[in-house]
């Protein structure tokens, strides 16, 4: 690599001049020019000016283990010498996929034990998408194809996770969304609760709506129901412990599949290897990518249940759809090094009993006292801290600015990288964070609060 040839300006223009980011506003980011992150080690990133920050986001909420594994670069490197590239196509397979299935399938909760391969929590919920529209096709029933999902969830950008996510202002980029997608309330109690309603009442009421959204359009139309356990994009909205439960009971009565993204919640971040486990409940089929890898290698893995699975092989021949990197060995093998460090270190257990709660009393303590805060809540290691200009009413600095962007930009000045999302703070940092960690953390966030105010 010779970016060291390059001084950070002269990056900055070439990327400006080259480059388009996702999600990204360029006319801003050509103005400011780019933070350009060169290396990485343990919990912190460093930028080409060898400024160091501690990572609050895990990357984009994948970097479970943290940076700087030998091991996983290591599993990689024998791996490309090895076999770097064949198919899973054309009835092939190579070791590393076979051997993660059975991994995954070990770990995956009850009646999921089928595996399919992508690079992206985006196709893994196309594949998921055209899995379960598949399937009642092959059960007699093509006319059961809509899709349930809510308003600001987070289900990718390609054209059908663009569709199945519930953000407006991707829609109006959308130039003609996937059909028979409808989007229900989502599960958000400090904006949606009613006055005197407890949290249980309200996770039965935001349950309800999906209800009436298969009765609307008649359970005989309606294929499944679709959700992050955890909103992770939208804000990290937590649902009362009464939602999934309610929503899987519903899901069972009117014989509608229950499909849940577990693109972030995947491999440890609520403190079971998965937030099904978290929230009891067992789904028909779980997306999950990012900290498969810990982001080392881009891989997803659409988790299928087994009635799902037992259609498809019965009755389906041959299933066309697939990917050139479906099961790409390279990733495979980076993967069950990962899941291997994850079990190892005992970082799902120490999410559970350690580090999780820590976090949550700490951002309690240290945090949702100040003037600027409307809330905190966490799950696991996984985090939001609700920015109000009115503690009492919740009244926001939406939509005339948000304060977010503003206490995130002291933040990233504090050493501390985390994210803004509309008016709400996010924080998604590595598994492997410690007391300590943790500690750093709060306080550099309290000063960029403080600054902020
Ligand atoms: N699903 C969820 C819940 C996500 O958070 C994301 C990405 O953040 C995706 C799907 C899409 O994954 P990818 O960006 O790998 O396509």
């Known amino acids: 690599m010779t970016y060291q040839n390059y001084s950070l300006k002269q990056l900055q223009q070439i990327d400006a001049a080259h480059h388009l980011h996702p999600f990204t506003d360029h006319k801003e980011l050509r103005e400011a020019g780019s933070?350009?992150?060169?290396?990485?080690?343990?919990?912190f990133i460093y930028d080409a000016d060898g400024t160091e920050i501690l990572d609050g986001m895990a990357g984009l909420w994948c970097v479970n283990v943290g940076y700087g594994r030998d091991e996983l670069a290591e599993a990689a490197y024998t791996q490309m010498k090895e076999l770097p590239y064949y198919n899973s196509f054309f009835k092939c397979s190579t070791p590393t996929p076979v051997l993660l299935s059975k991994k995954l399938a070990e770990l995956a909760p009850r009646g999921v034990s089928q595996v399919f391969y992508g690079s992206s929590g985006?196709?893994?919920?196309?594949?998921?998408?055209?899995?379960?529209?598949?399937?009642?096709?092959?059960?007699?029933?093509?006319?059961?194809?809509r899709i349930i999902s809510r308003k600001m969830g987070y289900h990718g950008s390609t054209i059908a996770g663009t569709s199945l996510g519930g953000m407006e202002p991707m829609h109006k980029q959308l130039g003609g969304a996937v059909p028979n997608i409808v989007h229900v309330m989502m599960p958000y109690a400090y904006e949606l609760a009613l006055p005197g309603e407890s949290d249980h009442d309200f996770g039965l009421r935001a349950a309800k709506a999906v209800e009436d959204a298969i009765l609307e359009a008649g359970a005989d139309k309606v294929a499944a129901f679709i959700g992050e356990p955890v909103m992770g994009a939208g804000g990290v909205k937590i649902p009362p412990m009464s939602y999934w439960p309610e929503v899987q009971r519903i899901c069972r009565k009117y014989d509608v599949l229950l499909m849940l993204d577990e693109v972030i919640t995947g491999y440890?971040?609520?403190?079971?290897?998965?937030?099904?486990?978290?929230?009891?409940?067992e789904p028909d089929t779980i997306t999950t990518a990012k900290a498969l890898t810990s982001g080392y290698q881009?891989?997803?893995?659409?988790?299928?249940?087994?009635?799902?699975?037992?259609?498809?092989?019965?009755?389906?021949?041959?299933?066309?759809?697939?990917?050139?990197?479906?099961?790409?060995?390279?990733a495979c093998a980076v993967a069950l090094k990962n899941l291997e460090i994850i079990e190892r270190?005992?970082?799902?257990?120490?999410?559970?009993?350690?580090?999780?709660?820590?976090?949550?009393?700490?951002?309690?303590?240290?945090?949702a006292g100040h003037n600027l805060v409307g809330e905190v809540r966490?799950?696991?290691?996984?985090?939001?801290?609700?920015?109000?200009k009115d503690k009492a009413t919740k009244e926001r600095y939406l939509p005339s600015g948000s304060a977010a962007v503003v206490v995130r930009d002291h933040a990233i000045a504090q050493g501390m990288m985390l994210r803004a999302t509309g008016d709400t703070m996010i924080l998604s940092p590595p598994l492997i964070?410690?007391?300590e960690t943790i500690d750093?953390?709060?306080?550099?966030?309290?000063?960029?609060?403080?600054l902020a105010e």
Not at 378 to 388: H, P, Q, T
Not at 440 to 450: G, Q, S, T
Request: hydrophobic share 40%; net charge neutral.
């Open 433 to 435: 964070w410690t007391r």
């Open 378 to 388: 966490s799950i696991g290691l996984m985090g939001a801290i609700e920015i109000v």
């Open 440 to 450: 750093m953390a709060c306080e550099r966030i309290a000063k960029a609060l403080d």
């Open 268 to 281: 440890g971040r609520t403190g079971e290897w998965f937030a099904a486990q978290t929230f009891g409940i």
């Open 345 to 367: 270190e005992g970082l799902v257990d120490r999410v559970k009993n350690d580090t999780g709660p820590y976090f949550a009393q700490a951002l309690q303590e240290r945090i």
């Open 298 to 330: 881009p891989l997803s893995a659409l988790l299928v249940g087994d009635r799902i699975a037992a259609t498809l092989v019965e009755k389906g021949g041959e299933f066309y759809h697939g990917y050139t990197y479906s099961g790409h060995p390279v």
């Open 122 to 145: 985006s196709e893994a919920n196309d594949t998921a998408l055209r899995l379960v529209r598949h399937y009642w096709a092959l059960e007699g029933k093509p006319e059961k194809n």
């Open 35 to 43: 933070r350009i992150i060169t290396h990485a080690n343990g919990p």
